[in-house]
Protein backbone atom coordinates (compact mmCIF):
# COMPACT_ATOMS: atom_id res chain seq x y z
CA UNK A 1 0.00 0.00 0.00
CA UNK A 2 1.47 3.83 -1.32
CA UNK A 3 -0.75 5.81 1.48
CA UNK A 4 -0.50 9.89 0.60
CA UNK A 5 -1.50 12.25 3.41
CA UNK A 6 -3.01 15.42 1.98
CA UNK A 7 -3.20 18.52 4.18
CA UNK A 8 -5.71 21.30 4.37
CA UNK A 9 -4.80 24.62 3.77
CA UNK A 10 -6.32 27.93 5.45
CA UNK A 11 -10.02 28.57 4.87
CA UNK A 12 -11.61 25.29 5.83
CA UNK A 13 -11.54 26.18 9.71
CA UNK A 14 -14.60 26.41 11.22
CA UNK A 15 -15.69 26.62 15.12
CA UNK A 16 -15.94 23.47 16.74
CA UNK A 17 -12.84 21.87 15.02
CA UNK A 18 -11.48 18.63 17.06
CA UNK A 19 -13.66 19.26 19.63
CA UNK A 20 -14.66 15.25 19.69
CA UNK A 21 -11.25 14.40 18.34
CA UNK A 22 -10.15 16.14 21.70
CA UNK A 23 -12.55 14.29 23.87
CA UNK A 24 -12.06 11.06 22.02
CA UNK A 25 -8.39 10.36 21.93
CA UNK A 26 -5.73 10.84 24.50
CA UNK A 27 -2.86 11.63 21.80
CA UNK A 28 -4.90 13.94 20.05
CA UNK A 29 -5.47 15.39 23.46
CA UNK A 30 -1.94 15.35 24.34
CA UNK A 31 -0.68 16.54 20.63
CA UNK A 32 -3.25 19.46 21.17
CA UNK A 33 -2.40 20.43 24.78
CA UNK A 34 1.66 21.11 24.07
CA UNK A 35 0.85 23.13 20.69
CA UNK A 36 -1.72 25.32 22.99
CA UNK A 37 1.31 25.92 25.16
CA UNK A 38 3.19 27.46 22.56
CA UNK A 39 0.80 30.11 21.48
CA UNK A 40 0.00 33.16 23.36
CA UNK A 41 -3.93 33.12 22.84
CA UNK A 42 -6.55 30.36 24.09
CA UNK A 43 -6.01 27.86 20.87
CA UNK A 44 -8.33 25.05 22.02
CA UNK A 45 -11.04 27.64 23.31
CA UNK A 46 -11.10 29.07 19.65
CA UNK A 47 -10.90 25.93 17.87
CA UNK A 48 -13.39 24.02 20.34
CA UNK A 49 -15.81 27.30 20.24
CA UNK A 50 -14.55 30.39 18.21
CA UNK A 51 -15.70 32.77 17.53
CA UNK A 52 -15.52 32.29 13.51
CA UNK A 53 -14.39 36.59 13.44
CA UNK A 54 -10.97 35.60 14.99
CA UNK A 55 -10.92 31.43 14.20
CA UNK A 56 -11.08 33.65 10.59
CA UNK A 57 -7.91 36.00 11.35
CA UNK A 58 -4.82 34.68 9.48
CA UNK A 59 -2.66 34.98 12.55
CA UNK A 60 -5.21 32.41 14.62
CA UNK A 61 -6.27 30.88 11.46
CA UNK A 62 -3.30 28.78 11.09
CA UNK A 63 -1.71 27.46 14.56
CA UNK A 64 -4.86 26.25 15.10
CA UNK A 65 -5.34 24.25 11.52
CA UNK A 66 -1.64 23.11 12.35
CA UNK A 67 -2.08 21.94 15.98
CA UNK A 68 -5.51 20.16 14.68
CA UNK A 69 -3.73 18.50 11.72
CA UNK A 70 -0.52 17.63 14.09
CA UNK A 71 -3.43 16.32 16.78
CA UNK A 72 -4.55 13.69 13.78
CA UNK A 73 -1.11 13.15 12.48
CA UNK A 74 -0.46 11.57 15.26
CA UNK A 75 -3.57 9.31 16.11
CA UNK A 76 -2.70 7.94 12.53
CA UNK A 77 0.66 7.55 13.51
CA UNK A 78 0.07 5.33 16.61
CA UNK A 79 -1.98 3.42 14.77
CA UNK A 80 0.59 2.28 12.34
CA UNK A 81 0.32 4.89 9.46
CA UNK A 82 3.34 4.65 7.56
CA UNK A 83 2.97 7.19 4.73
CA UNK A 84 4.69 7.16 1.49
CA UNK A 85 4.14 10.74 1.01
CA UNK A 86 2.70 13.65 2.03
CA UNK A 87 1.65 17.31 1.01
CA UNK A 88 -0.28 20.72 2.02
CA UNK A 89 -2.11 22.84 -0.08
CA UNK A 90 -0.22 26.17 1.21
CA UNK A 91 -0.39 26.09 5.05
CA UNK A 92 -0.87 22.91 4.93
CA UNK A 93 2.69 22.30 3.76
CA UNK A 94 3.64 23.35 7.72
CA UNK A 95 1.26 19.94 8.68
CA UNK A 96 2.62 17.98 5.96
CA UNK A 97 6.42 18.80 7.13
CA UNK A 98 5.30 18.41 10.93
CA UNK A 99 4.08 14.57 9.96
CA UNK A 100 7.30 13.80 7.89
CA UNK A 101 9.44 14.41 11.10
CA UNK A 102 11.13 17.91 10.34
CA UNK A 103 9.54 19.76 12.43
CA UNK A 104 8.03 19.25 16.07
CA UNK A 105 3.95 19.66 16.50
CA UNK A 106 4.78 22.64 18.38
CA UNK A 107 7.51 24.01 16.59
CA UNK A 108 5.39 23.82 13.29
CA UNK A 109 2.31 25.99 15.49
CA UNK A 110 4.56 28.58 16.38
CA UNK A 111 6.07 28.79 13.11
CA UNK A 112 2.57 28.97 11.32
CA UNK A 113 1.92 31.72 14.08
CA UNK A 114 4.56 33.95 13.21
CA UNK A 115 3.73 33.10 9.09
CA UNK A 116 0.11 33.79 9.55
CA UNK A 117 1.03 37.17 11.46
CA UNK A 118 3.67 37.95 8.94
CA UNK A 119 1.52 37.72 6.45
CA UNK A 120 -1.41 40.12 8.01
CA UNK A 121 1.06 42.55 8.40
CA UNK A 122 2.73 42.17 4.65
CA UNK A 123 -0.65 43.16 3.37
CA UNK A 124 -1.75 45.85 6.33
CA UNK A 125 -3.42 48.92 4.19
CA UNK A 126 -2.74 47.23 0.95
CA UNK A 127 -6.08 47.24 -0.91
CA UNK A 128 -5.48 43.34 -2.12
CA UNK A 129 -7.92 40.88 -4.11
CA UNK A 130 -8.38 37.12 -5.27
CA UNK A 131 -10.56 35.23 -7.17
CA UNK A 132 -11.10 31.76 -8.82
CA UNK A 133 -10.98 31.22 -12.32
CA UNK A 134 -12.66 28.20 -14.68
CA UNK A 135 -12.58 26.98 -17.51
CA UNK A 136 -9.37 28.44 -18.97
CA UNK A 137 -5.56 27.36 -19.71
CA UNK A 138 -2.42 27.79 -17.95
CA UNK A 139 -0.70 29.76 -20.86
CA UNK A 140 -4.05 31.39 -21.12
CA UNK A 141 -4.86 32.89 -18.05
CA UNK A 142 -1.27 33.69 -17.46
CA UNK A 143 -1.54 35.89 -20.61
CA UNK A 144 -4.63 37.49 -19.37
CA UNK A 145 -2.24 38.57 -16.15
CA UNK A 146 0.27 40.51 -18.10
CA UNK A 147 -2.29 42.23 -20.00
CA UNK A 148 -3.94 43.06 -16.44
CA UNK A 149 -0.86 43.68 -15.11
CA UNK A 150 -0.67 47.89 -16.03
CA UNK A 151 -3.38 47.96 -13.15
CA UNK A 152 -0.92 46.83 -10.56
CA UNK A 153 0.40 43.36 -9.57
CA UNK A 154 -1.86 40.29 -10.75
CA UNK A 155 -0.73 36.52 -10.55
CA UNK A 156 -1.52 32.76 -10.81
CA UNK A 157 -2.09 31.71 -7.26
CA UNK A 158 -2.92 28.47 -7.33
CA UNK A 159 -2.92 25.40 -9.86
CA UNK A 160 -5.67 23.52 -7.97
CA UNK A 161 -7.09 20.94 -10.70
CA UNK A 162 -7.57 21.09 -14.39
CA UNK A 163 -9.56 24.42 -15.45
CA UNK A 164 -9.40 25.68 -12.20
CA UNK A 165 -6.50 27.82 -10.65
CA UNK A 166 -6.80 30.93 -8.75
CA UNK A 167 -5.45 34.71 -9.22
CA UNK A 168 -4.47 37.21 -6.37
CA UNK A 169 -2.98 40.47 -6.30
CA UNK A 170 -4.15 43.99 -6.13
CA UNK A 171 -7.52 44.14 -6.39
CA UNK A 172 -7.97 46.46 -9.52
CA UNK A 173 -5.93 44.37 -11.22
CA UNK A 174 -7.64 41.00 -10.09
CA UNK A 175 -11.05 42.37 -11.28
CA UNK A 176 -9.24 43.85 -14.94
CA UNK A 177 -8.22 40.04 -14.65
CA UNK A 178 -11.40 38.40 -14.68
CA UNK A 179 -12.94 40.81 -16.90
CA UNK A 180 -10.15 39.78 -19.62
CA UNK A 181 -10.36 35.81 -18.10
CA UNK A 182 -14.53 36.18 -19.12
CA UNK A 183 -13.23 37.52 -22.66
CA UNK A 184 -10.89 34.86 -23.34
CA UNK A 185 -13.38 32.21 -22.80
CA UNK A 186 -13.28 31.88 -18.64
CA UNK A 187 -16.68 29.84 -17.49
CA UNK A 188 -16.67 31.82 -14.59
CA UNK A 189 -14.81 34.42 -12.22
CA UNK A 190 -15.47 33.66 -8.08
CA UNK A 191 -13.98 36.11 -6.09
CA UNK A 192 -13.03 34.85 -2.78
CA UNK A 193 -13.08 36.14 0.50
CA UNK A 194 -9.31 36.03 1.53
CA UNK A 195 -7.10 38.81 3.60
CA UNK A 196 -4.83 38.99 1.10
CA UNK A 197 -2.71 38.58 -2.23
CA UNK A 198 -1.48 35.29 -0.82
CA UNK A 199 1.29 33.52 -2.85
CA UNK A 200 1.86 36.22 -5.34
CA UNK A 201 5.04 38.76 -5.14
CA UNK A 202 3.49 41.15 -2.85
CA UNK A 203 4.05 38.51 -0.50
CA UNK A 204 7.63 39.76 -0.48
CA UNK A 205 7.86 41.00 3.13
CA UNK A 206 6.32 37.74 4.49
CA UNK A 207 8.62 35.80 2.25
CA UNK A 208 11.46 37.72 4.24
CA UNK A 209 10.77 37.63 7.56
CA UNK A 210 10.09 34.08 7.55
CA UNK A 211 13.82 33.55 6.05
CA UNK A 212 15.19 35.11 8.85
CA UNK A 213 12.84 33.15 11.11
CA UNK A 214 14.05 30.32 9.74
CA UNK A 215 17.96 31.24 10.53
CA UNK A 216 16.76 30.41 14.63
CA UNK A 217 14.91 26.98 13.66
CA UNK A 218 16.40 23.39 13.25
CA UNK A 219 15.10 21.40 10.64
CA UNK A 220 14.75 17.57 11.30
CA UNK A 221 15.24 14.79 8.00
CA UNK A 222 12.42 14.11 6.25
CA UNK A 223 10.80 10.95 7.65
CA UNK A 224 9.04 10.31 3.85
CA UNK A 225 8.93 12.82 1.11
CA UNK A 226 7.12 16.05 1.23
CA UNK A 227 5.72 17.27 -2.03
CA UNK A 228 6.56 20.84 -1.82
CA UNK A 229 3.88 23.76 -3.36
CA UNK A 230 6.09 25.67 -5.25
CA UNK A 231 7.87 22.35 -6.68
CA UNK A 232 4.81 20.59 -7.73
CA UNK A 233 6.83 17.34 -6.62
CA UNK A 234 10.22 16.50 -4.11
CA UNK A 235 12.84 18.58 -3.47
CA UNK A 236 15.77 18.18 -5.35
CA UNK A 237 19.15 17.76 -4.30
CA UNK A 238 19.99 22.06 -4.82
CA UNK A 239 16.67 22.81 -2.50
CA UNK A 240 16.68 23.59 1.06
CA UNK A 241 13.37 23.02 3.10
CA UNK A 242 13.61 27.02 4.00
CA UNK A 243 14.52 28.16 0.78
CA UNK A 244 11.28 26.44 -0.54
CA UNK A 245 9.08 27.79 2.41
CA UNK A 246 10.22 31.08 2.20
CA UNK A 247 9.52 30.80 -1.70
CA UNK A 248 6.43 29.32 -1.09
CA UNK A 249 4.49 32.15 0.50
CA UNK A 250 5.22 34.60 -2.65
CA UNK A 251 4.54 32.14 -4.86
CA UNK A 252 1.80 30.14 -6.79
CA UNK A 253 0.82 26.69 -5.52
CA UNK A 254 0.98 23.77 -7.92
CA UNK A 255 -1.13 21.21 -5.99
CA UNK A 256 -2.45 19.91 -9.55
CA UNK A 257 1.40 18.95 -10.34
CA UNK A 258 1.69 17.08 -7.03
CA UNK A 259 -1.21 15.15 -6.78
CA UNK A 260 -0.61 13.66 -10.60
CA UNK A 261 2.61 12.97 -9.82
CA UNK A 262 1.81 11.14 -6.38
CA UNK A 263 -1.06 9.16 -8.64
CA UNK A 264 2.15 8.59 -10.88
CA UNK A 265 4.09 6.93 -8.12
CA UNK A 266 1.51 4.61 -7.54
CA UNK A 267 -0.19 6.13 -4.60
CA UNK A 268 -3.30 3.75 -3.78
CA UNK A 269 -4.71 5.08 -0.94
CA UNK A 270 -5.33 8.91 0.05
CA UNK A 271 -6.27 10.33 3.38
CA UNK A 272 -7.01 14.24 3.65
CA UNK A 273 -6.52 15.72 7.40
CA UNK A 274 -9.62 18.27 7.33
CA UNK A 275 -10.92 20.26 8.45
CA UNK A 276 -12.70 20.01 5.03
CA UNK A 277 -12.96 18.08 1.98
CA UNK A 278 -11.09 20.27 -0.74
CA UNK A 279 -8.25 18.19 -1.19
CA UNK A 280 -10.28 14.65 -2.19
CA UNK A 281 -12.18 17.06 -4.31
CA UNK A 282 -9.20 17.87 -6.24
CA UNK A 283 -8.03 14.40 -6.44
CA UNK A 284 -11.01 12.88 -8.25
CA UNK A 285 -10.56 15.67 -10.27
CA UNK A 286 -7.20 15.74 -11.35
CA UNK A 287 -6.71 11.86 -11.36
CA UNK A 288 -9.27 10.52 -13.22
CA UNK A 289 -7.23 7.41 -14.93
CA UNK A 290 -7.96 5.07 -11.64
CA UNK A 291 -10.37 5.17 -8.71
CA UNK A 292 -8.13 5.66 -5.31
CA UNK A 293 -10.12 5.59 -2.47
CA UNK A 294 -9.69 8.63 -0.33
CA UNK A 295 -10.87 9.16 3.29
CA UNK A 296 -11.45 12.60 4.69
CA UNK A 297 -10.55 13.05 8.34
CA UNK A 298 -12.35 15.52 10.21
CA UNK A 299 -14.33 13.88 13.13
CA UNK A 300 -13.85 11.52 15.60
CA UNK A 301 -16.17 8.67 13.55
CA UNK A 302 -14.24 9.29 10.69
CA UNK A 303 -11.18 9.48 12.32
CA UNK A 304 -11.79 6.18 14.29
CA UNK A 305 -12.69 4.67 10.46
CA UNK A 306 -9.50 5.60 9.57
CA UNK A 307 -7.35 3.79 12.40
CA UNK A 308 -9.31 0.84 11.61
CA UNK A 309 -8.90 0.53 8.21
CA UNK A 310 -5.07 0.97 8.52
CA UNK A 311 -4.88 -1.38 11.31
CA UNK A 312 -7.03 -3.81 8.72
CA UNK A 313 -4.32 -3.14 6.04
CA UNK A 314 -1.45 -3.66 8.04
Known amino acids: MKLALLFAGQGAQHAGMGADLYEAFPVFRQVLDDCAAGVDFDLKSLCFAGPDEMLNQTRYTQPCM ?66 AVLGLDRKTLADVCAGASALGVVEIANYNCPGQMAIAGDAAAVERACELAKQAGARRCVPLKVSGPFHTSRMAPAAAALAQRFQQETFGPMAFPVYFNCLGGPMGPEDTIPALLERQVRSGVYMEDILRRLADQGVDRVIEVGPGRVLAGLWKKTVTERKVPVLCVETAQELADAVERIQEEH
Open 66 to 131: VAFAAGVTGVLRQAGARPFAAAGLSLGEYSALCAAGVFTPRQAVELAAFRGAAMEQAVQGHAGGMA
